[in-house]
């Protein structure tokens, strides 16, 4: 990133000056994309199912990572998978649940507010990764399990991420949010950012990886994301994107790219975005909005995980004994719900045994998959687990 508007290795909001960031954006690189399929609007787009034996080679795999973590650091700061759900069943699955908790929640007096936009325009589901899980394990189970999801969020943040997806619904005439950069640092005033030194500015963005996955298809008129693609390499972009001149520059020179139902897109939080006004009569655009955290940040949302292991481990042991999921796959629904990383923990109680770390809870769900433990011993080694983190 280009470490410019900086006052004694502070960002300040008044030192930002649009013609530096202008600069940025000219001096921007596709690079090279070896795996991509097309671009569109300058985005890189790679063909899933084209991928597969990419994915499933070791050095292959680690190449294509390679290649999607230069478009985010130092590329257009996006990419787009096509088909990444090349069945989409269980995408229409999922969407049926998530209707009938939006209606459920609507019942109960929930106004589903959503951040950068007013209130009420959208529908949204807060913590939709633990709803679904609950609600419907095996629809979780078969969605999570997805190769391609799991490449990407590895190929930003390694291994032990967290997953946490919010659903937003945007109905006909949904009006578009604010021009943003997203979490950690996008979630802070103007004074708040300037707080954190530069060098934090440049690591706010490589704790988090922003996704999203089509539930429907969006046509540009549906208002699919709005992108500035390499506004990421703005290195005091956390403090200059509230600015009247940043934003207008946006709405000017933004672009958009059509989805298909199953395809899913991800960029840096870093990247100037915004979701997209819906001007059609009759499409109701809906994503569920993934939010990956690395094992070395916080997580947006508080998840009972506990509960979330509780109920997949059942499906997914029945999945491993009939052939049904390979052990990839498994691993990639156990990332999704269950924590992987041991830290903090009491160790008094939960010292390291064999390493530097003690047991985390996606690997007591391996073990127990591995020991064919049914449901009660679980939930009897999760509590226990759960013990030994408590002072």
């Not at 230069?70 to 069945?87: C, K, M, P, S, Y």
């Not at 919010?166 to 578009?176: D, Y």
């Not at 506004?231 to 020179?253: I, M, V």
Request: net charge negative; hydrophobic share 40%; charged share 25%.
């Amino acid at each position: 990133m280009t470490h410019d508007s900086q006052s004694g290795g502070w960002y300040r909001e008044l030192d930002c000056r649009l013609d530096d960031f202008v600069k940025v954006l000219s001096e921007g690189d596709i690079g090279t994309t070896r795996y991509a399929a097309d671009f569109v609007e300058r985005i890189p787009v790679y063909d899933c199912p084209d991928l597969a034996g990419v994915l499933s080679d070791e050095v292959q795999r680690s190449r294509l990572q390679a290649e999607w973590a230069r478009v985010l650091r130092e590329g257009a700061g996006v990419f787009i998978l096509r088909q990444a759900f090349a069945d989409t069943q269980c995408i229409d699955e999922a969407t049926r649940v998530f209707e009938i908790i939006i209606r459920s929640e609507k019942a109960q007096g929930s106004k589903g507010g959503d951040h950068f936009a007013r209130a009420g325009a959208n529908d949204r589901i807060w913590n939709a990764q633990e709803k679904l899980c609950l609600a419907a394990p095996e629809v979780f189970a078969e969605y999570f399990s997805n190769q391609v999801l799991m490449a990407a969020a590895e190929a930003w943040l390694g291994p032990c991420y967290q997953m946490t997806s919010q659903v937003n619904v945007v109905r006909p005439g949904g009006e578009a949010q604010q021009p943003h950069r997203d979490y950690h640092l996008g979630f802070q005033s103007s004074e708040g950012a300037e707080r954190y030194p530069a060098d934090v500015h440049g690591m706010s963005a490589l704790l988090t990886l922003q996704g999203a996955v089509a539930h429907s298809d969006m046509p540009v008129e549906s208002g699919p994301t709005k992108l500035l693609p390499f506004s990421q390499r703005y290195a005091a972009g956390y403090a200059a994107w509230r600015r009247a001149d940043f934003r207008d520059y946006f709405e000017r020179h933004y672009v958009q790219a059509p989805l298909a139902k199953g395809d899913a897109i991800f960029f840096s939080p870093a990247l100037h975005h915004s979701a997209g006004s819906n001007v059609t009569a009759d499409i109701h655009r809906v994503a569920n909005l993934l939010q990956i955290s690395s094992a070395f940040g916080r997580a947006m949302e508080t998840l009972d995980r506990t509960r979330m292991c509780e109920a997949v481990y059942p499906v997914l042991r029945e999945r491993m004994r009939n052939g049904r999921m390979q052990p990839a796959e498994i691993a990639a629904a156990i990332a999704a719900c269950a924590e992987g990383y041991p830290f903090p923990t009491n160790l008094d109680r939960d010292p390291p045994l064999g390493g530097l770390a003690p047991q985390s809870q996606s690997e007591l769900m391996q073990r127990a998959l591995h020991d064919d433990c049914d449901l009660t011993e679980l939930s009897r080694r999760l509590k226990e687990h759960a013990w030994k983190r408590s002072t």
